[in-house]
Structure formats: structure tokens, C-alpha cells
């Protein structure tokens, strides 16, 4: 393993040239003039997005086609949802877990990626989180040839499944009262161990921004919350709000610090402030 040690600021403000440099060389490395996938994963407020939109341009400043998806824009609108939450459980109005995304929906559009051309264009799909639903494909972005990199970017990407007996136990307060009988989790890892690892084996490579604990989240979410009721933003989460929202996902969260460190091609290794204290490539 090779062991870069790294001092740079990766606040929401972007990541540091040389960070970014070196995730463009990785997702590059053996690309083979083909398009190459890199799964960039990354628990909440991690800075993934911002991290993957600045590999893309570092990319396209190097000549390189480059194009990043987010597993965001693949999620069921809220109609589809609520006929999850009427059938399977309630819990699965809130978006974000395995099964609340169109899977197939981003295995065509890797597809379509790979086979693009003027003729017959890719297609990238664009959620709309204000409005809770997808917009429109007339208004999603063309793509006319195969980009030589895609940055896939999502907060569960690359995540394996739990084993049966670590779902019965609780984790807090929302699956103990909201999930006693473990139906919802039950499903969602289901979901998880189904069609979720078709996407994750189309990876060629999987990068992770490790953080230092599930805690940090809260902290890191509430930095983005606040900036949002500072502006008046109708639907940010007040902290007790946030804290019952982040616990639909706290299970799968500890699951990704638990396994990715070992299935990771490269993570960057992140402190409290979302300083990148190193990088370490397998």
C-alpha cells in the first residue's frame, strides 16, 4: 500500500489541487483508452459531491473526457415511494436507502455511456430534490461519445450487505420503534445484497472518503442545514429533525467504515474538519 500524507483543507469550499490531482491520476490509471468507472463513496457531508465535480473539471482541464453521476439522481420521486411505503413499510418514504433508487435506470445509463455517439446519445437522468421527483427526460444533459471517465459518486456506493442475525438487533430510536419487527431493514439490505451489487460490479475502481466516525455526520450535516435556515430554505431540517433523519441511514453508514476501508482501491483519510490528513492507495 502506498501511503501519501496530506495537510490539505477539504471544507465544503473544494478540496486542494494536489487531492484532486491524485484522484485524477488514480481513476485514470489502466483506463485503457475505454470508459473507465470510478465509485467515489462517501458518508453524508463528506464532500463527495463537491470532491467529484472538481475531478471531472480537473479532467476536462487535462483533455480528458469526463462526466460525473450521482446515485442522487436515480431516486424514486415521491409517488413511487409512498406505494413502497404502503406496500413494504412507511419508512420508505424518506429517500436515500438501497431500494429507493432506479438501479436499472443507472445500468442503462453506464450502457449508454460506454455506447455513446451523435446517433444515438447517452442520456444523464437529473433528480429534483425540491420537488421530489425526476425532471423531465427532455431536460436531462446529452452525452454523444464515450467519456473516458465516470465519477460515480453516492453515500452508500460500494457498500456490501449486512449477514441476517446483524439486522435483529436496533441500532436507534427510529428502528426501534419505527422498524421493531426489522421488516424495513430487512428489505433494504435485501435490496442491498440484489441489484445494488449489479451497479457496484460495473465499478472498475472504488475510491472512499473515509470519515473519522458515524458521529462527525450530525456535525458535518448540520454545517449544510444551517447555512440552508439561515437562508429561510423551507425544507431544512431543524438539529432535532436532522438527527431523526440521519438515523435512517446510521446502519449502512457503520456498515461502509466497518467493510469499505478493506474493499477500497484508494481512501482518503478524513479528520474531524474534513482535512485530508492522507491517501492510501492499494
Known amino acids: 500500500m502506498a501511503y501519501l500524507m496530506m495537510a490539505s483543507d477539504a471544507s465544503t469550499h473544494g478540496y486542494s489541487a494536489d487531492v484532486v490531482a491524485a484522484i485524477v491520476a488514480f481513476g485514470m490509471k489502466r483506463s485503457r483508452n475505454r470508459t473507465h468507472v470510478v465509485a467515489l463513496s462517501g458518508l453524508q457531508g463528506s464532500g463527495k459531491s463537491t470532491l467529484a465535480a472538481q475531478v471531472v473539471a480537473a479532467a476536462r ?5 469526463a462526466v ?10 415521491s409517488a413511487a415511494r409512498m406505494r413502497l411505503a404502503r406496500t413494504i413499510h412507511p419508512l420508505l418514504i424518506t429517500r436515500g436507502v438501497p431500494g429507493t433508487h432506479d438501479v436499472a435506470l443507472a445500468l442503462r445509463t453506464l450502457d449508454a455511456l460506454r ?5 444515438n446519445p447517452a442520456r444523464l437522468p437529473r433528480f429534483d430534490k425540491g420537488l421530489d421527483t425526476r425532471v423531465a427526460p427532455s431536460r436531462w444533459r446529452s452525452v454523444s461519445r464515450p467519456p473516458r471517465l465516470v ?4 453515500w452508500c456506493v460500494g457498500v456490501p450487505p449486512q449477514k441476517s442475525m446483524e439486522l435483529k438487533r436496533p441500532l436507534n430510536a427510529l428502528e ?5 419487527h426489522a421488516i424495513w431493514r430487512t428489505w433494504v439490505n435485501d435490496r442491498l445484497s440484489g441489484d445494488y ?6 465499478f472498475d475502481r472504488l475510491a472512499m472518503l473515509q470519515a473519522p466516525s458515524f458521529a462527525i455526520v450530525s456535525q458535518w450535516r448540520d454545517e449544510q442545514e444551517r447555512a440552508l435556515r439561515e437562508r429561510g430554505a423551507i425544507r431544512a431540517l ?8 440521519l438515523m435512517h441511514y446510521e446502519r449502512l453508514s457503520r456498515q461502509a467504515l466497518k467493510r ?12 474531524r474538519r474534513r482535512r485530508v490528513r492522507r491517501i492510501v492507495v492499494r
Not at 115 to 119: G, N, Q, R, T
Open 238 to 245: 431543524s438539529p432535532a429533525a436532522l438527527r431523526r433523519f
Open 61 to 65: 482541464a487535462e483533455g480528458i473526457d
Open 197 to 202: 451489487q449489479k451497479l457496484w460490479r460495473r
Open 68 to 77: 460525473t453521476l450521482s446515485i442522487d439522481d436515480f431516486y424514486f420521486g
Open 151 to 154: 465519477v460515480f459518486e453516492g
Open 260 to 271: 469499505l476501508p478493506a474493499l477500497a482501491d484508494l481512501r482518503i483519510v478524513l479528520d
Open 115 to 119: 455506447d455513446a455517439s451523435p446517433a
Open 176 to 180: 426501534r420503534d419505527d422498524d421493531a
